[in-house]
Protein backbone atom coordinates (compact mmCIF):
# COMPACT_ATOMS: atom_id res chain seq x y z
CA UNK A 1 0.00 0.00 0.00
CA UNK A 2 0.94 3.35 -0.75
CA UNK A 3 0.44 6.92 1.02
CA UNK A 4 0.09 10.32 -0.18
CA UNK A 5 2.33 12.52 1.49
CA UNK A 6 1.81 16.14 0.76
CA UNK A 7 4.77 18.61 2.36
CA UNK A 8 3.20 21.87 2.52
CA UNK A 9 6.22 23.71 4.27
CA UNK A 10 7.71 23.48 1.02
CA UNK A 11 5.73 26.14 -0.92
CA UNK A 12 6.63 28.48 1.80
CA UNK A 13 10.13 27.65 1.20
CA UNK A 14 9.85 28.04 -2.61
CA UNK A 15 7.50 31.02 -2.44
CA UNK A 16 6.60 31.38 -6.11
CA UNK A 17 5.17 27.50 -5.87
CA UNK A 18 2.37 28.16 -4.47
CA UNK A 19 1.36 24.15 -4.83
CA UNK A 20 2.62 22.06 -2.16
CA UNK A 21 4.66 18.71 -3.24
CA UNK A 22 3.62 16.12 -3.01
CA UNK A 23 5.28 12.19 -3.02
CA UNK A 24 4.41 8.35 -2.40
CA UNK A 25 5.81 6.66 0.57
CA UNK A 26 4.89 3.46 1.58
CA UNK A 27 2.52 2.80 4.55
CA UNK A 28 3.36 1.33 7.11
CA UNK A 29 1.54 -1.98 7.70
CA UNK A 30 -0.85 -1.26 10.71
CA UNK A 31 -2.39 -4.02 11.64
CA UNK A 32 -5.40 -3.95 14.04
CA UNK A 33 -5.80 -5.11 17.70
CA UNK A 34 -8.33 -8.10 17.34
CA UNK A 35 -10.46 -6.40 19.91
CA UNK A 36 -11.59 -3.62 18.28
CA UNK A 37 -13.47 -6.02 15.76
CA UNK A 38 -16.02 -5.72 19.46
CA UNK A 39 -16.63 -1.92 19.06
CA UNK A 40 -19.28 -0.81 17.01
CA UNK A 41 -20.45 3.11 17.31
CA UNK A 42 -23.48 4.15 18.93
CA UNK A 43 -26.62 4.48 17.16
CA UNK A 44 -26.80 8.11 18.03
CA UNK A 45 -22.82 8.42 16.59
CA UNK A 46 -23.63 6.76 13.20
CA UNK A 47 -26.80 9.07 12.55
CA UNK A 48 -24.86 11.79 13.44
CA UNK A 49 -22.80 10.83 10.28
CA UNK A 50 -25.61 10.14 7.94
CA UNK A 51 -26.92 13.65 9.51
CA UNK A 52 -23.61 15.45 8.91
CA UNK A 53 -23.39 13.76 4.70
CA UNK A 54 -27.17 14.75 4.38
CA UNK A 55 -26.53 18.88 5.38
CA UNK A 56 -23.39 18.48 2.99
CA UNK A 57 -25.69 18.14 0.33
CA UNK A 58 -27.81 21.33 1.76
CA UNK A 59 -30.20 19.38 3.47
CA UNK A 60 -32.33 21.01 5.97
CA UNK A 61 -32.37 18.99 9.41
CA UNK A 62 -33.71 19.79 12.99
CA UNK A 63 -32.59 16.99 15.62
CA UNK A 64 -34.39 15.60 17.76
CA UNK A 65 -31.65 12.70 18.54
CA UNK A 66 -29.28 13.39 21.10
CA UNK A 67 -29.78 12.92 24.72
CA UNK A 68 -27.97 16.52 25.03
CA UNK A 69 -29.69 18.72 27.60
CA UNK A 70 -29.23 22.52 25.90
CA UNK A 71 -29.37 24.09 29.14
CA UNK A 72 -26.48 25.67 30.43
CA UNK A 73 -24.44 24.75 33.46
CA UNK A 74 -25.77 26.58 36.63
CA UNK A 75 -23.73 30.02 37.28
CA UNK A 76 -22.54 28.67 40.65
CA UNK A 77 -20.72 25.67 39.23
CA UNK A 78 -19.10 27.15 37.01
CA UNK A 79 -17.94 29.87 39.29
CA UNK A 80 -17.02 27.03 41.64
CA UNK A 81 -14.62 25.56 38.90
CA UNK A 82 -13.54 29.30 38.39
CA UNK A 83 -12.42 30.16 41.38
CA UNK A 84 -10.38 26.30 42.07
CA UNK A 85 -8.44 27.07 38.40
CA UNK A 86 -7.60 30.62 40.15
CA UNK A 87 -6.66 28.95 43.25
CA UNK A 88 -4.28 26.26 41.86
CA UNK A 89 -5.90 23.57 42.28
CA UNK A 90 -4.89 22.12 38.67
CA UNK A 91 -2.49 19.67 40.00
CA UNK A 92 -3.02 15.37 39.49
CA UNK A 93 -6.38 14.76 41.13
CA UNK A 94 -6.50 11.60 43.98
CA UNK A 95 -6.86 9.10 41.34
CA UNK A 96 -9.32 7.56 43.69
CA UNK A 97 -11.39 11.19 43.59
CA UNK A 98 -10.97 13.91 45.36
CA UNK A 99 -12.00 13.97 49.56
CA UNK A 100 -14.13 16.92 49.25
CA UNK A 101 -15.59 15.03 46.57
CA UNK A 102 -15.98 12.11 47.60
CA UNK A 103 -17.25 13.19 50.87
CA UNK A 104 -19.94 15.32 49.05
CA UNK A 105 -20.87 12.04 46.94
CA UNK A 106 -21.37 10.17 50.42
CA UNK A 107 -23.31 13.26 51.36
CA UNK A 108 -25.50 13.48 48.48
CA UNK A 109 -26.34 9.58 48.53
CA UNK A 110 -27.79 9.66 52.14
CA UNK A 111 -29.93 12.50 51.38
CA UNK A 112 -31.27 11.99 47.84
CA UNK A 113 -31.31 7.76 48.12
CA UNK A 114 -31.30 7.30 51.99
CA UNK A 115 -27.66 4.92 51.00
CA UNK A 116 -24.47 5.23 53.99
CA UNK A 117 -20.89 4.77 51.78
CA UNK A 118 -17.68 5.22 52.96
CA UNK A 119 -16.04 8.17 50.96
CA UNK A 120 -12.88 6.58 51.75
CA UNK A 121 -13.36 3.04 50.61
CA UNK A 122 -16.30 2.68 48.99
CA UNK A 123 -16.89 5.92 46.45
CA UNK A 124 -14.88 6.37 43.12
CA UNK A 125 -14.77 9.62 40.88
CA UNK A 126 -15.10 8.72 37.37
CA UNK A 127 -14.93 10.71 33.91
CA UNK A 128 -18.23 10.14 33.54
CA UNK A 129 -20.55 7.35 34.39
CA UNK A 130 -19.18 5.68 30.92
CA UNK A 131 -16.05 5.59 32.76
CA UNK A 132 -17.83 4.08 35.62
CA UNK A 133 -19.52 1.44 33.51
CA UNK A 134 -16.22 0.63 31.54
CA UNK A 135 -14.62 0.18 35.02
CA UNK A 136 -16.93 -2.19 36.30
CA UNK A 137 -17.13 -4.39 33.66
CA UNK A 138 -13.37 -4.89 33.10
CA UNK A 139 -13.63 -5.07 37.01
CA UNK A 140 -15.48 -7.90 36.50
CA UNK A 141 -15.81 -10.03 33.75
CA UNK A 142 -14.07 -12.65 32.59
CA UNK A 143 -13.72 -14.52 29.17
CA UNK A 144 -17.38 -15.61 28.19
CA UNK A 145 -19.50 -14.39 31.11
CA UNK A 146 -22.73 -12.93 30.38
CA UNK A 147 -24.02 -9.83 31.35
CA UNK A 148 -27.89 -9.17 31.21
CA UNK A 149 -28.99 -6.43 29.59
CA UNK A 150 -32.70 -4.69 29.11
CA UNK A 151 -33.69 -5.20 25.59
CA UNK A 152 -34.23 -2.26 24.34
CA UNK A 153 -31.66 -0.50 26.35
CA UNK A 154 -29.04 2.64 25.96
CA UNK A 155 -26.51 1.16 23.44
CA UNK A 156 -23.19 2.00 24.82
CA UNK A 157 -23.06 -0.87 26.90
CA UNK A 158 -22.37 -3.22 24.41
CA UNK A 159 -19.37 -2.26 23.49
CA UNK A 160 -17.75 -2.10 26.73
CA UNK A 161 -19.26 -5.53 27.43
CA UNK A 162 -17.32 -7.09 24.48
CA UNK A 163 -14.08 -5.51 25.37
CA UNK A 164 -14.08 -6.83 28.60
CA UNK A 165 -14.58 -10.48 26.97
CA UNK A 166 -18.15 -10.58 28.00
CA UNK A 167 -21.33 -11.48 26.05
CA UNK A 168 -24.44 -9.85 25.86
CA UNK A 169 -27.76 -11.28 27.07
CA UNK A 170 -30.81 -9.57 26.06
CA UNK A 171 -33.46 -9.29 28.80
CA UNK A 172 -36.49 -9.00 26.51
CA UNK A 173 -39.05 -5.95 27.25
CA UNK A 174 -42.26 -5.49 26.33
CA UNK A 175 -45.03 -2.98 26.34
CA UNK A 176 -47.47 -3.54 28.89
CA UNK A 177 -50.58 -0.89 29.42
CA UNK A 178 -48.46 1.77 27.11
CA UNK A 179 -44.81 1.07 29.59
CA UNK A 180 -41.76 -1.38 28.64
CA UNK A 181 -41.72 -3.54 31.55
CA UNK A 182 -39.08 -6.07 31.76
CA UNK A 183 -41.07 -9.42 33.45
CA UNK A 184 -39.37 -12.34 35.68
CA UNK A 185 -39.95 -14.83 32.68
CA UNK A 186 -38.04 -12.41 30.61
CA UNK A 187 -35.32 -12.64 33.16
CA UNK A 188 -35.06 -16.13 33.69
CA UNK A 189 -34.86 -16.83 29.70
CA UNK A 190 -31.83 -14.77 29.55
CA UNK A 191 -29.85 -16.14 32.38
CA UNK A 192 -27.47 -19.20 31.84
CA UNK A 193 -24.70 -20.55 34.53
CA UNK A 194 -22.47 -18.12 32.82
CA UNK A 195 -24.39 -14.81 33.93
CA UNK A 196 -22.68 -12.39 36.60
CA UNK A 197 -23.92 -9.36 35.88
CA UNK A 198 -26.84 -7.06 35.11
CA UNK A 199 -27.21 -3.76 34.29
CA UNK A 200 -30.40 -1.87 35.06
CA UNK A 201 -30.94 1.49 33.99
CA UNK A 202 -33.63 3.71 35.97
CA UNK A 203 -34.37 5.79 34.81
CA UNK A 204 -34.72 3.82 31.64
CA UNK A 205 -33.02 5.07 28.29
CA UNK A 206 -34.72 4.97 26.09
CA UNK A 207 -38.35 3.56 27.23
CA UNK A 208 -38.48 6.31 29.53
CA UNK A 209 -39.82 3.67 32.40
CA UNK A 210 -39.41 4.73 35.74
CA UNK A 211 -39.00 1.10 37.86
CA UNK A 212 -41.16 0.83 40.91
CA UNK A 213 -40.59 -0.61 44.06
CA UNK A 214 -42.53 -3.41 43.32
CA UNK A 215 -40.39 -3.93 40.09
CA UNK A 216 -36.83 -3.50 41.73
CA UNK A 217 -37.82 -6.27 44.47
CA UNK A 218 -38.71 -8.76 42.09
CA UNK A 219 -35.19 -7.87 39.91
CA UNK A 220 -33.20 -7.92 43.19
CA UNK A 221 -34.31 -11.25 44.29
CA UNK A 222 -33.22 -12.41 40.75
CA UNK A 223 -30.16 -10.91 41.31
CA UNK A 224 -29.46 -12.73 44.72
CA UNK A 225 -31.43 -15.93 43.56
CA UNK A 226 -28.86 -16.39 40.28
CA UNK A 227 -25.85 -14.93 41.79
CA UNK A 228 -25.25 -11.74 39.95
CA UNK A 229 -23.66 -8.27 40.28
CA UNK A 230 -25.87 -5.50 39.58
CA UNK A 231 -24.96 -2.58 38.05
CA UNK A 232 -27.32 0.20 38.66
CA UNK A 233 -27.03 2.98 35.86
CA UNK A 234 -29.37 6.18 37.50
CA UNK A 235 -28.09 9.14 35.79
CA UNK A 236 -31.35 10.13 34.68
CA UNK A 237 -33.13 9.56 38.39
CA UNK A 238 -33.26 13.57 38.85
CA UNK A 239 -35.87 13.89 35.86
CA UNK A 240 -38.95 12.20 36.68
CA UNK A 241 -42.52 12.98 35.84
CA UNK A 242 -45.69 13.26 38.59
CA UNK A 243 -46.02 10.31 40.61
CA UNK A 244 -43.01 8.43 39.25
CA UNK A 245 -40.19 9.12 41.60
CA UNK A 246 -36.83 7.41 41.14
CA UNK A 247 -35.54 4.89 43.75
CA UNK A 248 -32.70 3.29 43.72
CA UNK A 249 -32.50 -0.49 43.94
CA UNK A 250 -30.58 -0.36 47.07
CA UNK A 251 -32.31 1.61 49.05
CA UNK A 252 -35.37 -1.11 48.62
CA UNK A 253 -33.05 -4.39 48.23
CA UNK A 254 -30.35 -3.78 51.29
CA UNK A 255 -29.31 -7.47 50.38
CA UNK A 256 -27.70 -6.30 47.34
CA UNK A 257 -25.99 -4.12 49.00
CA UNK A 258 -22.24 -6.36 48.20
CA UNK A 259 -23.52 -7.07 45.10
CA UNK A 260 -24.49 -3.55 43.39
CA UNK A 261 -22.46 -0.73 42.27
CA UNK A 262 -24.32 2.42 41.98
CA UNK A 263 -23.22 4.44 38.79
CA UNK A 264 -24.35 7.87 38.31
CA UNK A 265 -22.89 11.30 37.01
CA UNK A 266 -23.22 14.92 36.85
CA UNK A 267 -24.29 14.98 33.08
CA UNK A 268 -28.09 15.13 32.73
CA UNK A 269 -28.57 16.60 36.69
CA UNK A 270 -26.50 19.30 36.40
CA UNK A 271 -26.77 19.85 32.46
CA UNK A 272 -22.81 19.23 32.96
CA UNK A 273 -21.98 16.68 29.50
CA UNK A 274 -18.50 18.12 28.40
CA UNK A 275 -17.12 18.67 31.95
CA UNK A 276 -16.89 14.35 32.20
CA UNK A 277 -17.27 13.87 35.84
CA UNK A 278 -19.21 11.07 37.65
CA UNK A 279 -19.10 8.30 40.25
CA UNK A 280 -19.64 4.82 41.51
CA UNK A 281 -20.90 3.47 45.21
CA UNK A 282 -20.23 0.09 46.16
CA UNK A 283 -18.68 -2.35 48.26
CA UNK A 284 -15.02 -1.97 49.12
CA UNK A 285 -13.52 -4.44 47.25
CA UNK A 286 -15.33 -3.82 43.89
CA UNK A 287 -14.63 -0.63 44.40
CA UNK A 288 -10.82 -0.96 44.79
CA UNK A 289 -10.76 -3.41 42.08
CA UNK A 290 -11.91 -0.74 39.85
CA UNK A 291 -10.19 1.97 40.89
CA UNK A 292 -7.11 -0.47 39.82
CA UNK A 293 -8.70 0.09 36.45
CA UNK A 294 -9.10 3.84 36.93
CA UNK A 295 -5.33 4.21 37.70
CA UNK A 296 -4.25 2.06 34.65
CA UNK A 297 -6.10 5.07 32.68
CA UNK A 298 -7.69 7.72 32.69
CA UNK A 299 -6.96 8.76 36.22
CA UNK A 300 -10.47 10.77 37.32
CA UNK A 301 -12.16 13.88 36.20
CA UNK A 302 -9.67 17.34 36.18
CA UNK A 303 -8.97 18.59 40.20
CA UNK A 304 -11.04 21.53 39.21
CA UNK A 305 -13.66 19.74 37.59
CA UNK A 306 -14.17 17.66 41.00
CA UNK A 307 -14.07 20.86 43.10
CA UNK A 308 -17.03 22.21 40.80
CA UNK A 309 -18.65 18.90 41.09
CA UNK A 310 -18.26 18.75 45.09
CA UNK A 311 -20.36 22.40 45.04
CA UNK A 312 -23.12 21.07 42.36
CA UNK A 313 -23.91 17.88 44.66
CA UNK A 314 -23.53 19.97 48.00
CA UNK A 315 -24.91 23.78 47.03
CA UNK A 316 -28.46 24.56 46.67
CA UNK A 317 -30.72 22.16 44.17
CA UNK A 318 -32.69 24.77 43.19
CA UNK A 319 -31.34 24.49 39.72
CA UNK A 320 -32.26 21.00 38.99
CA UNK A 321 -35.94 21.23 40.25
CA UNK A 322 -36.00 24.00 37.56
CA UNK A 323 -34.46 21.87 35.03
CA UNK A 324 -37.22 19.54 36.23
CA UNK A 325 -40.11 21.72 35.41
CA UNK A 326 -38.56 22.84 32.10
CA UNK A 327 -38.45 18.64 31.08
CA UNK A 328 -41.71 18.50 32.41
CA UNK A 329 -42.79 21.39 30.12
CA UNK A 330 -41.64 19.89 26.83
CA UNK A 331 -42.70 16.31 27.61
CA UNK A 332 -46.15 17.92 27.37
CA UNK A 333 -45.05 19.33 24.57
CA UNK A 334 -44.10 16.28 22.41
CA UNK A 335 -47.61 14.52 23.95
CA UNK A 336 -49.30 17.39 22.65
CA UNK A 337 -47.97 17.76 19.58
CA UNK A 338 -48.04 14.17 18.51
CA UNK A 339 -51.62 13.53 20.02
CA UNK A 340 -52.10 12.35 16.70
CA UNK A 341 -49.91 9.46 16.61
CA UNK A 342 -49.40 6.93 19.63
CA UNK A 343 -46.84 7.65 22.29
CA UNK A 344 -45.74 5.82 25.58
CA UNK A 345 -45.97 8.61 28.04
CA UNK A 346 -42.18 8.83 29.35
CA UNK A 347 -42.11 8.74 33.46
CA UNK A 348 -38.60 9.95 33.19
CA UNK A 349 -35.57 11.18 31.19
CA UNK A 350 -36.09 13.04 28.15
CA UNK A 351 -37.11 10.59 25.50
CA UNK A 352 -40.66 9.91 24.32
CA UNK A 353 -41.29 6.49 22.47
CA UNK A 354 -43.61 6.91 19.37
CA UNK A 355 -45.06 3.45 18.76
CA UNK A 356 -45.30 2.68 15.15
CA UNK A 357 -45.77 -1.18 15.52
CA UNK A 358 -48.96 -1.24 13.77
CA UNK A 359 -47.12 0.10 10.02
CA UNK A 360 -45.14 -2.88 9.85
CA UNK A 361 -42.71 -0.66 8.62
CA UNK A 362 -39.12 -0.91 10.06
CA UNK A 363 -38.44 1.48 12.49
CA UNK A 364 -35.00 2.06 10.47
CA UNK A 365 -37.03 3.20 7.45
CA UNK A 366 -39.01 5.26 8.98
CA UNK A 367 -36.33 7.14 10.47
CA UNK A 368 -34.59 7.16 6.88
CA UNK A 369 -37.98 8.76 5.86
CA UNK A 370 -38.33 11.05 8.11
CA UNK A 371 -34.61 12.35 8.28
CA UNK A 372 -34.38 12.79 3.66
CA UNK A 373 -37.94 13.80 3.20
CA UNK A 374 -39.46 15.53 6.35
CA UNK A 375 -35.52 17.29 7.33
CA UNK A 376 -36.13 15.80 10.93
CA UNK A 377 -33.74 13.70 13.15
CA UNK A 378 -34.61 10.90 15.54
CA UNK A 379 -33.38 7.06 16.53
CA UNK A 380 -34.72 4.05 15.48
CA UNK A 381 -36.01 1.90 18.70
CA UNK A 382 -34.30 -1.24 17.23
CA UNK A 383 -31.34 0.63 17.48
CA UNK A 384 -31.72 -0.16 21.03
CA UNK A 385 -32.25 -3.79 20.43
CA UNK A 386 -34.58 -5.94 18.57
CA UNK A 387 -37.49 -5.24 21.63
CA UNK A 388 -37.15 -1.62 20.35
CA UNK A 389 -38.47 -2.66 16.85
CA UNK A 390 -41.32 -0.61 16.03
CA UNK A 391 -40.62 2.16 17.89
CA UNK A 392 -39.19 5.47 17.24
CA UNK A 393 -36.97 7.67 20.23
CA UNK A 394 -38.09 11.30 19.88
CA UNK A 395 -35.60 13.68 22.80
CA UNK A 396 -36.75 16.63 24.28
CA UNK A 397 -33.18 16.98 25.42
CA UNK A 398 -33.13 20.21 23.17
CA UNK A 399 -36.27 22.41 23.70
CA UNK A 400 -37.45 25.98 21.82
CA UNK A 401 -37.59 26.36 18.41
CA UNK A 402 -35.74 23.31 18.11
CA UNK A 403 -38.31 21.45 19.62
CA UNK A 404 -41.13 23.15 18.16
CA UNK A 405 -39.91 22.78 14.39
CA UNK A 406 -38.41 19.24 15.17
CA UNK A 407 -42.06 18.30 16.47
CA UNK A 408 -43.71 20.05 13.38
CA UNK A 409 -41.96 17.68 11.47
CA UNK A 410 -42.20 14.93 13.02
CA UNK A 411 -46.22 15.00 13.16
CA UNK A 412 -46.35 15.98 9.39
CA UNK A 413 -43.59 13.41 8.81
CA UNK A 414 -45.50 10.90 10.66
CA UNK A 415 -48.98 11.75 9.53
CA UNK A 416 -47.72 10.87 5.63
CA UNK A 417 -45.95 7.68 6.25
CA UNK A 418 -48.10 5.99 8.75
CA UNK A 419 -51.28 7.16 6.73
CA UNK A 420 -49.93 5.59 3.74
CA UNK A 421 -49.00 2.56 5.22
CA UNK A 422 -52.65 2.22 6.17
C1 LIG B 1 -28.25 5.53 30.25
C2 LIG B 1 -26.98 6.31 30.09
N1 LIG B 1 -25.91 5.95 30.81
C3 LIG B 1 -24.74 6.59 30.67
C4 LIG B 1 -24.60 7.66 29.81
C5 LIG B 1 -23.25 8.32 29.69
O1 LIG B 1 -23.23 9.51 30.39
P1 LIG B 1 -21.93 10.27 30.89
O2 LIG B 1 -20.73 9.49 30.52
O3 LIG B 1 -21.98 11.61 30.27
O4 LIG B 1 -22.07 10.36 32.38
C6 LIG B 1 -25.69 8.09 29.05
C7 LIG B 1 -25.57 9.19 28.10
O5 LIG B 1 -26.41 9.50 27.30
C8 LIG B 1 -26.92 7.40 29.20
O6 LIG B 1 -28.00 7.74 28.50
Same mark, same amino acid.
Given at each position: ??????????????????????????????????????????????????????????????????? #??? $? @?? /??????????? *??? =? !??????????????EAVARKLQRDNQLDFDPATEV?????????????????????? #??? $? @?? /??????????? *??? =? !????????????????????????????????????????????????????????? #???????????????????????????????????????????????????????????????????????????????????????????????????????????????????????????????????????????????????????????????????????????????????????????????????????
Amino acid at each position: MWLLVSIESLSQVVPNRPLCYSLFVPAPAISRSDRLAALKPTAVNAILAEMRAFQAQGGDLVSLMRG #EPD $L @PT /PPHIVEACTRA *LRD =G !RTGYPDNRGEKTFREAVARKLQRDNQLDFDPATEVLATSGSTFGIYAALTALLNEGD #EVL $L @PD /PVYDAYQSPIR *LAG =G !RVKPVTARIEQGRFVITDEALEAAWSPAARVLILNTPWNPVGTVLTRGELIGIARFC #ERRNLIMLSDEIYEAITYGDCLHVSPLAIAPQLRDRCVLINSLSKTYSMTGWRVGYCAGPAPLIQAMFLVLAQSSRGPATFVQDAAAEALSGSQDCVASMREEYARRRQQVLSSLSGVRVLSPEGGFFAMVDVRDSGIPSDEIRRRLMHDHGVAVVHGAAYGAAGEGTLRVSFASGGATLARGLERLRAGLAQILGSSR
